[in-house]
């Protein structure tokens, strides 16, 4: 059983440039959750999106910032135009429909440094 | 707003000692609680899972206690080790399918 993935697990870009973050869920999983965590803090809460649809993005940044989770293959978190402070461990986390075990199973995360 | 604070912010104990790690919650009204562990440059680890009708939980040498009407959460680490040595953090949820609500964590280090 593959558990939550995540790549790359290292990125680095430069200012202004994009980033795209990719999370394939626990197999059978239709719930997907992105955390970011800066350096030195906890984990915080950007958004939570079910198969084509948001459910929750109100810990996400109103600009520059989109996630989406396509019927077919990855969750994508998009940064635009990255800043040094979009500089965190981005973590995605999946849960399997109601009635499963109530839970989150963690990806490794994905680093990005912004230089 | 729930918050979630923990205390102490860091920790160096002697191996074998038993020690407690605090988690506190604003919001009483959670609907679990669990514990994570994550080592340096790595993902989450869960440890334990409290549901909120639950007052504790063990594993191993690991037990998660609940107090929902005070807001707390302890958890107890017996004859520590060296290789427990990480950042401990505790998480809330308000409901079933919400996200977690972290703590900060607490820094353990455990020397041999």
């Known amino acids: 059983n593959a558990g939550v993935m995540q790549n790359p697990r290292h990125l680095v870009r430069r200012r202004g440039q994009e980033a795209r973050l990719r999370c394939s869920p626990v197999k059978g999983h239709s719930h997907v959750y992105w955390y970011r965590q800066l350096p030195e803090e906890g984990l915080k809460f950007m958004v939570y999106l079910q198969k084509e649809n948001i459910i929750d993005e109100s810990g996400m940044p109103k600009e520059r910032f989109s996630a989406e989770f396509p019927k077919e293959g990855p969750s994508i978190l998009r940064i635009q135009q990255v800043v040094r402070g979009d500089s965190a461990a981005y973590f995605c986390?999946?849960?399997?429909?109601?009635?499963?075990?109530?839970?989150?199973?963690f990806g490794p995360g994905t680093r990005l440094t912004v230089l | 707003k729930q918050e979630v604070t923990q205390i102490p912010a860091a920790l160096s104990v002697p191996e074998g000692e038993n020690l407690v790690l605090n988690c506190s919650f604003t919001d009483s009204a959670i609907y679990n609680l669990q514990w994570f562990r994550q080592d340096p440059g790595k993902g989450l680890t869960s440890l334990l899972l409290i549901q909120s009708s639950q007052r504790e939980q063990t594993s191993g040498r690991l037990n998660a206690s609940l107090d929902k009407s005070s807001g707390r959460s302890t958890l107890y680490i017996a004859a520590s080790q060296p290789g427990d040595s990480a950042t401990y953090l505790c998480?809330?949820?308000?409901?079933?399918?919400?996200?977690?609500?972290f703590g900060p964590g607490t820094r353990l280090s455990v020397l041999p």
């Open positions: 986390a999946s849960s399997p429909e109601r009635g499963g075990p109530d839970t989150q199973y």
């Open positions: 998480a809330v949820r308000l409901g079933y399918g919400q996200n977690f609500v």
